[in-house]
């Protein structure tokens, strides 16, 4: 089974589930930066994993919310 996503590309594999194009944006606005950081750091809510960005253990989320996390991470 392949699904639509997955027809379209000629290095489909049998069980395909994710599409192998991406549309990079620069981010060359403070704006967009923070937009595309925030739509990361809510991932994991909206996928029910965790109730707040902050609780994702791998999340940078943590530090943008001025608390320490387990990730070493540059602030933007």
Avoid: F
């Avoid at 403070?30 to 707040?52: D, M």
């Amino acid at each position: 089974m392949v699904l639509e996503a997955g027809k379209k590309n000629s290095k489909k594999q049998t069980y395909q589930l994710w599409r192998n194009d991406n549309h990079p944006i620069e981010l060359y606005k403070p704006e967009t930066t923070k937009q595309k950081l925030n739509y990361i750091h809510n991932n994991p809510v909206e996928a029910g994993i965790v109730e707040r960005p902050e609780e994702y253990i791998y999340s940078s989320a943590k530090n943008y919310a001025g608390e320490l996390g387990i990730l070493k991470i540059k602030l933007i």
